[in-house]
């Protein structure tokens, strides 16, 4: 299964944006997560969802400014974020387990998308 991120960019700190990830068939796995990977340093698990439950993961980094919200219709999961920080910066990817996941540890999810790249600009 193919996943699409989409929605990086370059912003001011401060400032928003939105990412979407495209999974075809999301109700098939049990979470998406959201991961991002700085140059130089390891990845990093930002945001995970249940696809059947109002359960959601936010790392300490991005907790209380990143939101992550799904659309099983749609199939598609979004991470909303705000205040956001040159820290920030990142290529950041979608990916998808099919069993319950430890959502900060990458080997647990099955399905890796083309990361989308966010810039945040001091």
């Known amino acids: 299964v193919q996943l699409q991120a989409s929605g990086g960019g370059l912003v001011q700190a401060g400032g928003s944006l939105k990412l979407s990830c495209t999974l075809p068939g999301i109700t098939l796995y049990d979470s998406i997560a959201w991961f991002r990977q700085a140059p130089g ?22 907790k209380g400014r990143f939101t992550i919200s799904r659309d099983t219709v749609k199939n598609m999961v ?45």
């Not at 998808?96 to 990361?115: E, L, M, T, V």
């Open 41 to 62: 340093k390891e990845r990093e698990g930002v945001s995970c969802i249940r696809t059947s439950a109002d359960s959601t993961y936010y790392s300490n980094s991005v």
């Open 78 to 122: 979004y991470l909303q974020m705000n205040s956001l920080k040159p820290d920030d910066t990142a290529v950041y990817c979608c990916a998808a387990a099919i069993y319950p996941p430890n959502p900060s540890n990458w080997r647990d999810f099955d399905s890796w998308g083309q990361g989308t790249l966010v810039t945040v600009s001091s």
